[in-house]
């Protein structure tokens, strides 16, 4: 257990609707990213958040949005869902900069299905 | 664009058998290469290379890096069925952000 808590496990909905996917990072990790991975797209870099505040973006789309709370814990928010966004949504913690030898713990993710 | 590159992208062995994993790396401002094992769900930390630390070694496990050819190897000896995972590689820069490879799928045989 790496101590990265995902909710929920699994959601199913349908294309144009909006869902929520919260983490809560290990106790003690100030960086909260979100990841998602599809089967031919492999892991993809979305955002990466320090200690509230926004640190990296990736590939994430304007549909997308996320933020870290002040005690740490992280929403993703995924609006006007499309099928392709069917995935699985990962989040990782870290105690403090990956540059500065911090590697990432990822929870066990959210598996989204749009139907 | 930052690329990180693995092979093969499948292996089957037999159990015992000894495996070695690829992973080559194009990554701005380099500064760390990770390796995970994501078994059924969350990617679990292996290594973690960087330039004050070129090879790991954790039981069965060992990995090594080149900096110059910008490539990194993953060892395993000995191996057993509960090494059966999809490995993967990752490379950091100077952003926080981390750049997988696509996995090299382990299938190990009894």
């Known amino acids: 257990d790496s101590g990265v808590t995902q909710t929920p496990k699994h959601l199913i909905t349908a294309t144009g609707q909006r869902v929520t996917l919260r983490c809560s990072p290990r106790?003690?990790?100030?960086?909260v990213y979100w990841y998602q991975q599809s089967l031919d797209q492999g892991l993809q870099f979305l955002i990466q958040y320090y200690n509230g505040e926004e640190r990296a973006k990736g590939n994430i789309l304007e549909r997308f949005s996320a933020q870290q709370f002040p005690d740490l814990h992280s929403e993703l928010n995924l609006s006007s869902l499309e099928l392709g966004d069917s995935a699985l949504y990962f989040c990782?913690?870290?105690?403090?900069?990956?540059?500065?030898?911090?590697?990432?713990?990822f929870g066990n993710g959210t598996r989204l299905t749009v139907t | 664009e930052d690329k990180v590159v693995q092979s093969p992208l499948s292996l089957v062995v037999h159990e015992g058998d000894t495996v070695t994993l690829n992973c080559s790396y194009e990554?701005?401002?380099?500064?760390?290469l990770l390796w995970y094992k994501q078994e059924k769900k969350a990617p679990t930390f292996l290594f973690m290379l960087?330039?004050?630390?070129i090879e790991k070694k954790s039981g069965r496990l060992s990995s090594i890096l080149d900096k110059k050819e910008l490539f990194s190897i993953l060892n395993i000896t000995a191996t057993q069925t509960g090494d059966s995972a999809v490995y993967l590689c990752a490379g950091g820069g100077g952003s926080e952000k981390l750049v997988f490879g696509k996995g090299t799928k382990l299938t190990v045989n009894p």
């Open positions: 990782a913690s870290s105690a403090g900069p990956l540059h500065g030898g911090s590697p990432l713990h």
């Open positions: 960087t330039s004050s630390g």
């Open positions: 106790s003690g990790d100030l960086s």
């Open positions: 990554v701005t401002n380099f500064r760390s």
